[in-house]
């Protein structure tokens, strides 16, 4: 399919976002992070989850928000939706308007009850293989129509091929390691984003790059940079995430 020369311009400008992520992030957790943060951005007002299962068992490694992290847990809950749909047999999954449960209608309720409307959800590819689903939620009904579809495919594509890269350069131990990890960071990178909006009235991409800058400028990780936000205001260090229970299918 021949692209436009606007998307390949916004493609362009994916790949180098891309890179410039997987660059200058510490972990491949922080870069799965970005990645969510960044495909969010796609289009107003969506929520991304990315789905991998290092060891058997989905989970979220990173996500935009906690709708995103909610709506994603249903469907491990009921072992299908969109997002199992997509990693497990490498194709895209629309769907137009969660309020028909036309497909999954035990999903799309609880979907709908957390007031997302429409989702799509697209392979993520490493070395040629589904390694995860790039999961995408908007409040708004039939908000993936053929441009922004195309758009989203454009940028997972990309994104495939960024996290290949990553996973190669982190060993099969540091990258399950790396991911159990990311379930507590997603936990604390949000509270501590939610603090952040709170206090300086911004939304959660500028909250997002405050949070980044910091990390850089002072050269801490990002989590424990969203550690020390959350321990200043509570007086306690962040919770942990549930373990990360191996080896369940």
């Not at 972990?27 to 992070?33: A, K, T």
């Not at 959350?230 to 306690?236: L, P």
């Amino acid at each position: 399919m021949t692209r436009t020369h606007g998307e390949q311009v916004a493609d362009t400008e994916n790949l180098r976002e891309l890179h410039g992520a997987l660059l200058s992030t510490q972990s491949v957790e922080q870069f799965l992070h970005e990645m969510a943060v960044m495909a969010a951005r796609l289009a107003g007002g969506l929520s991304c989850g990315m789905t991998m299962q290092p060891s058997g068992r989905p989970v979220t490694v990173a996500c935009s928000d906690q709708v995103a992290a909610r709506v994603d847990e249903v469907q491990y809950e009921l072992d299908d939706g969109p997002c199992l749909h997509a990693m497990r047999d490498g194709s895209v999954v629309r769907i137009e308007d969660t309020t028909e449960k036309a497909r999954w209608p035990e999903f799309e309720a609880e979907a709908a009850s957390h007031g997302i409307r429409s989702c799509l959800a697209l392979p993520l590819n490493a070395d040629g293989k589904p390694v995860g689903a790039l999961n995408l939620y908007s409040r708004q009904a039939s908000a993936f129509g053929t441009a922004e579809a195309r758009r989203a495919e454009n940028f997972a594509e990309n994104a495939s091929g960024a996290l290949s890269l990553a996973m190669r350069l982190a060993s099969h131990a540091a990258l399950i390691e790396q991911l159990r990890s990311s379930l507590t960071s997603r936990t604390v990178i949000d509270q501590a984003l939610g603090i952040i909006m709170a206090r300086e009235q911004c939304n959660q991409a500028r909250a997002f790059a405050i949070l980044r800058s910091a990390s850089q400028n002072s050269n801490v990780k990002l989590r424990d940079i969203a550690g020390a936000v959350v321990t200043s205001v509570t007086g306690e260090p962040p919770q942990p995430a549930p373990p990360f229970e191996e080896g369940r299918a």
